[in-house]
């Protein structure tokens, strides 16, 4: 009898912590994945417009990108960078024309070796960099002109 309510606790205790654990294993990106920097390289590269936020998210990065007609969401794979689908979405800030490309700026955040990127954000004249290290999360405010960084 007592066994059965041990058990039972477990069950409960997991299934409570199991939305969590799902939350961080989306943040979580498989081994043998390209830097961000690449794959934010290889979209700008593209000239689809100004990259306006990029996620990792459900195994894929969802990378934003507004154009003088629209905004996108590009869905790609973090192993390879290709694209795997796109759909249309509403319109965001964009950063200044002069502004360092954000491949730049997320190349030098991966260089500092100050943990896993898993999003940027452009808001409010900054970009937004969210890190994971070691289960931990840390932000960081970047200068769109500079590349300065603080936390």
Same mark, same amino acid.
């Given at each position: 009898? $007592?066994?059965?309510?041990? /058990? ?5 205790? !997991? #299934? ?6 799902? =939350?961080? @294993? ?20 593209? $000239?689809?417009?100004?990259? /306006? ?5 459900? !195994? #894929? ?6 154009? =003088?007609a @629209? ?19 509403d ?46 999360k ?14």
């Amino acid at each position: 009898m $007592k066994s059965k309510g041990v /058990t039972m606790v477990f069950l409960m205790f !997991g #299934l409570l912590l199991s939305p969590l654990t799902a =939350a961080l @294993a989306g943040e979580i990106l498989p081994p043998g994945n390209k830097p961000l920097s690449l794959i934010l390289k290889s979209v700008e590269e593209r $000239k689809l417009g100004s990259i /306006t936020e990029a996620e990792f998210e459900d !195994g #894929l990065w969802e990378v934003k990108i507004c154009g =003088a007609a @629209a905004c996108q969401k590009l869905y790609l794979d973090p192993r390879t960078g290709d694209e795997k689908r796109r759909r249309k979405t509403d319109s965001d800030e964009i950063p200044l024309a002069n502004a360092m490309s954000i491949s730049t700026i997320i190349q030098s955040i991966e260089a500092r070796g100050m943990g896993t990127v898993i999003e940027v954000d452009f808001d409010d004249g900054f970009w937004e960099v969210e890190l994971r290290k070691d289960r931990q999360k840390m932000k960081l405010v970047v200068d769109p002109m500079t590349g300065e960084t603080r936390r």
